[in-house]
């Protein structure tokens, strides 16, 4: 890390920017103690909150890699100055002249290891600060389930489940219970990004990219700027802007749900409703379902469909695909035009939001 650090600080000055002005962050895959969730620990270390970011892992072509992706991401308008940084240490250094990220030194020592445990965390500060009650968190697991018994794919297809059923199962971290998250499964996804003029070629109606944003702004939930507001709050804000859409205009949400209090976060960060009050909006809504006025997770979402490792949040955006197509005739929203998805990574810490359309 300190060598990453010391290389890029001299990039910066002989380009005459200033740190504060970098945006974009590509990074190879080799960073210390740190096999997931690589750019947030250099972005963490490095005080920085891009929004951008990618692991680059091409061998030795990883460095002239970087630096189309690079041009490619600002063009694309996701960010200005990207930082384009690798670097490796000796194998034989003894592991005491390693450096430790801030979630070694200042989490795991605690106790604080773990999603469980940091997402249980995150919950109990929402609840404090807003007065929200368990039945509340439950709803959002209860309307998975309900949405999960429309998909036959979904692992919790034919096993519905209601609030007291979310409630009343094991407690596995305060305020956490066991139905409220996320089911690991195996699984896969794959999606196929083209111009739109292959896109008019195949059978389906074409699907638009109309808004992306993403951002990190750390990796150790010690480091959280905030525990009951997180990096989808810009990043959705950035995918609306660039869609010219509002989220009250947004016709299904699918939302990424690891944890109830992740798609409670994210109503609120989409600006939907006030903080705390998404209880009150789903409610108002007339629930998750296909017929509510904004549909929620339409396939169950990972809390009733599954969790197939990263390919989960891959599930979000082939159901926005599929209902905007019109595909899902168990399921299928009315006159379903527009979707944002949400993707979140680690403790509310990586966040990408897009908007997909239909013309």
């Known amino acids: 890390m300190e060598l990453l650090i010391e290389v890029s600080a001299l990039a910066a000055g002989d380009a005459g920017i200033s740190p504060q002005e970098i945006d974009g962050l590509l990074v190879g895959p080799q960073v210390g103690e740190t096999p997931q969730h690589v ?33 490619a991401a600002i063009a694309a308008g996701q960010c200005e100055t990207v930082l384009c940084v690798l670097g490796n240490h000796r194998n034989d250094e003894p592991p005491f002249a390693r450096n430790r990220n801030p979630i070694r030194e200042f989490d795991v020592p605690f106790g604080a290891s773990g999603a469980n445990l940091s997402y249980a965390l995150i919950m109990q500060a929402h609840m404090a600060a807003y007065g929200c009650s368990p039945e509340d968190y439950a709803m959002i697991a209860a309307g998975a389930r309900a949405n999960a018994q429309l998909n036959p794919d979904a692992i919790f297809y034919g096993k519905p489940a209601s609030v007291n059923d979310i409630l009343a199962s094991p407690m596995v971290t305060s305020p956490l219970h066991l139905l409220e998250i996320v089911m690991p499964v195996a699984g896969g996804d794959a999606v196929i990004v083209t111009t739109m003029k292959n896109a008019k070629r195949g059978s389906h109606r ?35 802007d660039q869609a010219g859409i509002s989220a009250g205009g947004i016709d299904f949400l699918s939302l990424y749900d690891c944890y109830t209090i992740m798609v409670a976060a994210t109503i609120e960060d989409a600006g939907l409703c006030a903080p ?19 549909p929620v997770n339409t396939h169950g979402g990972q809390l009733g469909f599954g969790q197939p490792d990263l390919a989960g949040g891959m599930t979000h955006v082939v159901e926005a695909v599929r209902q905007l197509r019109g595909d899902t005739p168990e ?7 527009s979707a944002l998805i949400t993707g979140n990574g680690a403790t509310m810490s990586e966040a990408v939001a897009l908007v997909l359309g239909v013309t």
């Open 276 to 294: 705390g009050g998404f209880a009150d909006w789903l409610r108002e809504n007339g629930g998750m379902g296909p017929d509510a006025r904004q």
């Open 331 to 337: 399921r299928q929203i009315n006159d379903c035009r």
């Open 206 to 240: 074409p699907v638009e990219l109309w808004g992306a944003g993403e951002k990190l702004t750390h990796r150790a939930v010690s480091q959280a700027p905030s525990l009951t507001s997180g990096p989808l709050k810009p990043s959705i804000e950035r995918a609306l």
């Open 39 to 71: 750019p947030a620990t250099v972005a963490e270390y490095f005080g920085m909150q891009p929004t951008m970011s990618n692991v680059v892992d091409l061998g030795g072509a990883s460095g002239p890699g970087m630096i189309w992706r690079a041009a």
